[in-house]
């Protein structure tokens, strides 16, 4: 069974910056059709930040364009997602997803930025 465990998540000042991981276990990151992330705040529903594709290629939502970055490191086995410039608006429960033959959720790490 493959598991997502990420880990990163946190309390900061509105412009300050945190990195979040996805550590993927059983199974190679690179492997997968694709490798994401999603936040979900209250009361809202979730939606999708960033992503990256098995060829590299990567996705953001238009809210987080050039304050966030995705990236893989294949030898760690591991997914990153840096944000800069976060917004108290940034604010949620950050989720890992993995596609590959089925769906793959992390348990999600908590991101509160104040103002």
């Known amino acids: 069974q493959v598991q997502l465990v990420e880990s990163g998540g946190g309390l900061v000042q509105a412009g300050g910056s945190l990195r979040l991981s996805c550590a993927a276990s059983?199974?190679?990151?690179?492997?997968?059709?694709?490798m994401g992330w999603y936040r979900q705040a209250p009361g809202k529903q979730r939606e999708l930040v960033a992503d990256i594709t098995k060829d590299g290629r990567t996705n953001y939502a238009d809210s987080v364009k050039g304050r966030f970055t995705i990236s893989r490191d294949n030898a760690k086995n591991t997914v990153y997602l840096q944000m800069n410039s976060l917004k108290p608006e940034d604010t949620a429960v950050y989720y890992c997803n993995a596609v590959g033959g089925y769906d793959f959720w992390g348990q999600g790490t908590q991101v509160t930025v104040s103002s």
């Open positions: 059983r199974r190679a990151v690179f492997s997968f059709n694709a």
